[in-house]
């Protein structure tokens, strides 16, 4: 009875809505001594509740049908009647629910990730990055005209630096994704100790713990993409008036070399790591070196505690 207990306890702590599920169950089972199908209780449960009971075993099948494995668990759990203790390695209440708030993704970010994914197609697409790079030459092709290519280049790679750090430190919620942290670690504890106890029992619910919070490595991710989106969406058309700029031809006869730090005197289109030309390596060391600045000046933290 005990295995079935903890069972139906973690079931009514994930969800409360299963004591309800339970009830509909014990009730119609007469108790627990008669047999049931889905078609009679389906009108109450939802098919993810009756999937829980069965995957939890509170519901064993027989035959075409099934019935409750300990319906004195069930009743015990429906009257309130504790059956298990909490011990102190139980992940903290708060650390456990976590996954339970909504998604911080509002319509203007996915607007935003949308906006992104058509602007890829400026790699591809000569019409898009004829669109694009003609646009972003109305703010930079000034700044182009007074200072040297190379130079336009550092300076953009430093504004999106900048853009990029402050976008993660306002949007990513450092708070819930070092919930996450702790909740994974807490379970990891958990199943260590349980090893060295070799308490089977515990090894089984931390086993259903650790595939409930699978939903975390999504929430984690969620939180992660949601800086990068907007980062995309405002560096890529940067990025495509560069290529714009080099590849089609608008830069100026006389600046189409540059005598670039360990390699000398190249051509913007020149190869420099296996097929990645000059431009494109001038403009990510230059943006990941003054990121990197910005936040050590600004001691913005871009990573969970």
Same mark, same amino acid.
């Given at each position: 009875?005990?295995?079935?207990?903890?069972?139906? /306890?973690?079931?009514?702590?994930?969800?409360?809505?299963?004591? #309800?599920?339970?009830?509909?169950? *014990?009730?119609?089972?007469?108790?627990?001594?008669?047999?049931?199908?889905? %078609?009679?209780?389906?009108?109450?449960?939802?098919?993810?509740?009756?999937?829980?009971?069965?995957?939890?075993?509170?519901?064993?099948?027989?035959?075409?049908?099934?019935?409750?494995?300990?319906?004195?668990?069930?009743?015990?759990?429906?009257? #309130?009647?504790?059956?298990?203790?909490?011990?102190?390695?139980?992940?903290?209440?708060?650390?456990?629910?976590?996954?339970?708030?909504?998604?911080?993704?509002?319509?203007?970010?996915?607007?935003?990730?949308?906006?992104?994914?058509?602007?890829?197609?400026? *790699?591809?697409?000569?019409?898009?990055?004829?669109?694009?790079?003609?646009? $972003?030459?109305? $703010?930079?092709?000034?700044?182009?005209?007074? $200072?040297?290519?190379?130079?336009?280049?550092?300076?953009?790679?430093? !504004?999106?630096? !900048?853009?990029? +750090?402050?976008?993660?430190?306002?949007?990513? &919620?450092?708070?819930?994704?070092?919930? *996450?942290?702790?909740?994974?670690?807490?379970?990891?504890?958990?199943?260590? /100790?349980?090893?060295?106890?070799?308490?089977?029992? %515990?090894?089984?619910?931390?086993?259903? /713990?650790?595939? &409930?919070?699978?939903?975390?490595?999504?929430?984690?991710?969620?939180?992660?993409?949601?800086?990068?989106?907007?980062?995309?969406?405002?560096?890529?058309?940067?990025?495509?008036?560069?290529?714009?700029?080099?590849? #089609?031809?608008? $830069?100026?006869?006389? /600046?189409?070399?540059?005598?670039?730090? !360990?390699?000398?005197?190249?051509?913007? +289109?020149?190869?420099? !790591?296996?097929?990645?030309?000059?431009?494109?390596?001038?403009?990510?060391?230059?943006?990941?070196?003054?990121?990197?600045?910005?936040?050590?000046?600004?001691?913005?933290?871009?990573?969970? +505690?």
């Amino acid at each position: 009875m005990a295995r079935t207990a903890d069972k139906i /306890e973690s079931l009514i702590a994930d969800d409360s809505g299963m004591a #309800d599920a339970l009830a509909v169950v *014990y009730d119609r089972t007469d108790a627990g001594s008669e047999r049931i199908a889905w %078609a009679d209780v389906n009108d109450e449960l939802t098919s993810g509740q009756w999937g829980r009971l069965i995957e939890k075993d509170v519901l064993e099948s027989v035959g075409d049908e099934f019935r409750l494995s300990d319906p004195d668990a069930v009743e015990a759990a429906l009257d #309130d009647e504790p059956t298990t203790t909490v011990t102190t390695t139980d992940v903290d209440t708060d650390v456990a629910d976590v996954d339970a708030d909504e998604s911080s993704w509002t319509k203007w970010d996915k607007l935003a990730a949308v906006g992104a994914g058509g602007l890829f197609l400026g *790699y591809s697409q000569t019409s898009v990055r004829d669109v694009v790079g003609g646009t $972003v030459d109305i $703010v930079l092709g000034p700044i182009d005209a007074v $200072v040297p290519f190379y130079l336009v280049v550092l300076t953009v790679a430093l !504004l999106t630096g !900048l853009f990029t +750090t402050l976008l993660q430190a306002n949007l990513m &919620d450092m708070d819930k994704m070092s919930q *996450y942290q702790e909740r994974m670690k807490a379970i990891q504890e958990k199943r260590k /100790e349980a090893k060295e106890r070799g308490d089977d029992e %515990a090894l089984e619910q931390i086993r259903d /713990e650790q595939m &409930d919070a699978m939903g975390d490595q999504l929430g984690m991710f969620k939180e992660q993409f949601r800086p990068m989106v907007w980062t995309m969406f405002f560096t890529i058309p940067v990025f495509l008036w560069i290529y714009w700029m080099v590849l #089609d031809g608008h $830069v100026s006869t006389g /600046e189409w070399t540059i005598v670039a730090p !360990l390699i000398g005197e190249a051509r913007w +289109t020149s190869k420099i !790591l296996g097929p990645m030309q000059l431009w494109i390596v001038w403009y990510f060391l230059c943006s990941m070196s003054f990121t990197q600045l910005i936040r050590k000046s600004l001691n913005i933290q871009t990573t969970p +505690t």
